[in-house]
């Protein structure tokens, strides 16, 4: 009996560890299609990419905490403006006010910035409350929605872009005006 349950424990070690593989390729996977979306976004825009930065780079620059996923400082015919972006599989929270938080810091420099968050799997429209109990007392746990998920991005001026659809713009949104040179602390960066 002990033999068959140990065999049983190891079968279910390799399931897991095959599962976690599986995540780690369908996560791969998404993050490819994810970073192709965002450039068939930007050239059907006239939209090219000038210079893309490590996050780490500009965090000193811009005086932020989190590390969005990338930032690349585009070109198009009126100049020059940072894209800032997320790529996740499916949105939460943190991801909107990471990129929010590094649009207020472009804001704050003057330097014209959008911010965008892909992800693949949307969340229920609204929020979900849990009620947990722990160490005897009662917890309320809220996962929220994709409406509080919209509503924080139109304080913000976050585009969310789902797979396989343009992006979701707040109402009347538009793009900040573009700058005529890259500003000097961030001409040298990413640079060998």
Same mark, same amino acid.
Not at 24 to 30: C, E, I, L, M, Y
Not at 103 to 119: C, Q
């Given at each position: 009996?002990?033999?068959?349950?140990?065999?049983?424990?190891?079968?279910?070690?390799?399931?897991?560890?095959?599962?976690?593989?599986?995540?780690?390729?369908?996560?791969? $996977?998404?993050?490819?299609?994810?970073?192709?979306?965002?450039?068939?976004?930007?050239?059907?825009?006239?939209?090219?990419? $000038?210079?893309?930065?490590?996050?780490?780079?500009?965090?000193?620059?811009?005086?932020?905490?989190?590390?969005?996923?990338?930032?690349?400082?585009?070109?198009?015919?009126?100049?020059?403006?940072?894209?800032?972006?997320?790529?996740?599989?499916?949105?939460?929270?943190?991801?909107?006010?990471?990129?929010?938080?590094?649009?207020?810091?472009?804001?704050?420099?003057?330097?014209?910035?959008?911010?965008?968050?892909?992800?693949?799997?949307?969340? %229920?429209?609204?929020?979900?409350? =849990?009620?947990?109990?722990?160490?005897?007392?009662?917890?309320?746990?809220?996962? %929220?929605?994709?409406?509080?998920?919209?509503?924080?991005?139109?304080?913000?001026?976050?585009?969310?872009?789902? =797979?396989?659809?343009?992006?979701?713009? %707040?109402?009347?949104?538009?793009? %900040?005006? $573009?700058?005529?040179?890259?500003?000097?602390?961030?001409?040298?960066?990413?640079?060998?």
């Amino acid at each position: 009996m002990e033999r068959v349950e140990a065999q049983i424990a190891k079968l279910t070690g390799e399931i897991r560890e095959q599962r976690i593989r599986l995540d780690d390729v369908s996560g791969v $996977a998404a993050e490819a299609g994810a970073y192709r979306e965002i450039g068939i976004w930007l050239r059907g825009r006239g939209v090219s990419i $000038a210079r893309e930065y490590l996050p780490g780079e500009l965090q000193e620059h811009l005086n932020v905490s989190s590390v969005p996923d990338g930032v690349m400082l585009l070109k198009t015919d009126s100049g020059y403006r940072f894209l800032v972006y997320e790529v996740t599989f499916t949105i939460a929270l943190r991801d909107v006010r990471r990129i929010a938080e590094w649009l207020r810091a472009f804001r704050e420099k003057g330097w014209p910035a959008i911010g965008l968050v892909h992800f693949r799997r949307a969340l %229920p429209e609204e929020d979900v409350t =849990h009620y947990i109990t722990e160490d005897g007392r009662e917890v309320i746990h809220t996962i %929220p929605g994709m409406r509080t998920l919209r509503e924080e991005a139109t304080r913000d001026g976050v585009l969310l872009m789902q =797979h396989g659809a343009f992006p979701w713009r %707040p109402t009347d949104w538009q793009p %900040p005006a $573009a700058i005529a040179e890259v500003p000097p602390p961030l001409a040298s960066a990413s640079r060998w």
